[in-house]
T-cell receptor
Framework: GAGVSQSPSNKVTEKGKDVELRCDPI?????LYWYRQSLGQGLEFLIY????????KSGLPSDRFSAERTGGSVSTLTIQRTQQEDSAVYLC?????????????FGQGTRLTVV | SQQGEEDPQALSIQEGENATMNCSYK?????LQWYRQNSGRGLVHLIL?????REKHSGRLRVTLDTSKKSSSLLITASRAADTASYFC???????????FGKGTTLSVSS
């Protein structure tokens, strides 16, 4: 596609429910990243994909968080048993090649609110 | 961690003035990038400077890099109200598996 696309734009969920966030990166970008940004804060790295593999999952905050990528393209971030502290904007980015040293292209993010 | 740290955290200026934001990082880098974020949503890449470069220009943006001090600065000249946004520096981690961002500088330009 022309840019990185994320859906939904906004998601309100009840505490304890599971949510799935979707990221459609730029076609041909093999590097894909998920970040979390709490209100007024910087970006917190969550996970890095190279193709369908995730060589760096070090930023996932708990085992309630998981992500997968299929066909080297679309990625989904799943949060199980959501908690109020999960409320944040979740951003996805993609880069060409291995990513290092190249520009990152970001989606508009999904604003998750857990009530 | 290799995270960049920007300062100041917040900056308020008048239109036409210059805005300077600084970024410090902890370990050696191959390059450093600056991004802009409007209204807490997607980030937009502004400029990338490589470790063998000392200064780079793009329109009204000027970026410097001092690898001996592990610091970079972003200068926006003749600022406009539309420059109001948060600005972040970012560097790749040592493993090359993550682009790590600082906490950002929030710039407010009033007309």
């Amino acid at each position: 596609g022309a840019g990185v696309s994320q859906s939904p734009s906004n998601k309100v969920t009840e505490k304890g429910k599971d949510v799935e966030l979707r990221c459609d990166p730029i076609s041909g970008h093999t590097a894909l990243y998920w970040y979390r940004q709490s209100l007024g804060q910087g970006l917190e790295f969550l996970i890095y994909f190279q193709g369908n593999s995730a060589p760096d999952k070090s930023g996932l905050p708990s085992d309630r968080f998981s992500a997968e990528r299929t066909g080297g393209s679309v990625s989904t971030l799943t949060i199980q048993r959501t908690q109020q502290e999960d409320s944040a904007v979740y951003l996805c980015a993609s880069r060409i090649g291995r990513g290092e040293g190249t520009e990152a292209f970001f989606g508009q993010g999904t604003r998750l609110t857990v009530v | 961690s290799q995270q960049g740290e920007e300062d100041p955290q917040a900056l308020s200026i008048q239109e036409g003035e210059n805005a300077t934001m600084n970024c410090s990082y902890k370990t050696s880098i191959n390059n450093l990038q600056w991004y802009r974020q409007n209204s807490g949503r997607g980030l937009v890449h502004l400029i990338l400077i490589r470790s063998n470069e000392r200064e780079k220009h793009s329109g009204r943006l000027r970026v410097t890099l001092d690898t001996s001090k592990k610091s970079s600065s972003l200068l926006i000249t003749a600022s406009r109200a539309a420059d109001t946004a948060s600005y972040f520096c970012a560097t790749d981690n040592q493993a090359g598996t993550a682009l790590i961002f600082g906490k950002g500088t929030t710039l407010s330009v009033s007309s």
